[in-house]
T-cell receptor, first 111, second 117 residues
Framework: RKEVEQDPGPFNVPEGATVAFNCTYS??????FFWYRQDCRKEPKLLMS???SGNEDGRFTAQLNRASQYISLLIRDSKLSDSATYLC????????????FGAGTRLFVKA | NAGVTQTPKFQVLKTGQSMTLQCAQD?????MYWYRQDPGMGLRLIYY???????DKGEVPNGYNVSRLNKREFSLRLESAAPSQTSVYFC????????????????FGPGTRLTVT
């Protein structure tokens, strides 16, 4: 079993749709969690950190479920510019150096 | 600030050739990382350097060596390239400062696309 697993997609959605991605992790002791965004042929960039209480940044909402060992990302009112690959990222220890990246979920938003 | 820079952007090698990928950051970050990214595999950690003067193996270190030349620079060397090392290589850095407001965000360079024939 991979340490971090994501549905590779692709997810094809129309503009304005709501789309949700899930990511599961195997290490129950994992401490910190993130979503990164990666555009085609570009480097990954931090989208948002994921806190235990859940957090929201504009149209994006991230949630953590420690009991079931998954994190989620919800995108509301999708824009064409949201088309990208979304990477789920887990640190086994807060501040630890061996960050684990999921393989990513591809999203295509169409007009 | 340029952030994290990498050279070269593209490289084609023949099997058995050697080369060094260069990485530099101007954000005064303490830790630096080398990853490779292959289709369907996600980013895999090759080596990292927690601070100047230290390096440690990651998930896939075989066939690679690294040097943390100073706080700014972290290079990755392929001594004898193999086709299995065809990949996109990303360098990253992270703040890791002590105290309040520590950021665990990794900042990535633009990547080096390496093909080994």
């Amino acid at each position: 079993r991979k340490e971090v697993e994501q549905d590779p997609g692709p997810f094809n959605v129309p503009e304005g749709a709501t789309v949700a991605f899930n990511c599961t992790y195997s290490n129950s002791a994992s401490q910190s969690f993130f979503w990164y965004r990666q555009d085609c042929r570009k480097e990954p960039k931090l989208l948002m950190s994921v806190y235990s209480s859940g957090n929201e940044d504009g149209r994006f909402t991230a949630q953590l479920n420690r009991a079931s060992q998954y994190i989620s990302l919800l995108i509301r009112d999708s824009k064409l510019s949201d088309s990208a690959t979304y990477l789920c990222v887990v640190n086994p220890n807060t501040g630890g150096f061996k960050t684990i990246f999921g393989a990513g979920t591809r999203l295509f938003v169409k007009a | 600030n340029a952030g994290v820079t990498q050279t070269p952007k593209f490289q084609v090698l023949k099997t058995g050739q050697s080369m060094t990928l260069q990485c530099a950051q101007d954000m005064n970050h303490n830790s630096m990382y080398w990853y490779r990214q292959d289709p369907g595999m996600g980013l895999r950690l090759i080596y990292y350097s927690a601070s100047e003067g230290t390096t440690d193996k990651g998930e896939v270190p075989n066939g690679y060596n690294v040097s943390r030349l100073n706080k700014r620079e972290f290079s990755l060397r392929l001594e004898s390239a193999a086709p299995s090392q065809t990949s996109v290589y990303f360098c990253a850095s992270r703040q890791d400062a002590q105290g309040v407001g520590i950021s665990y965000e990794q900042y990535f360079g633009p990547g080096t696309r390496l093909t080994v024939t």
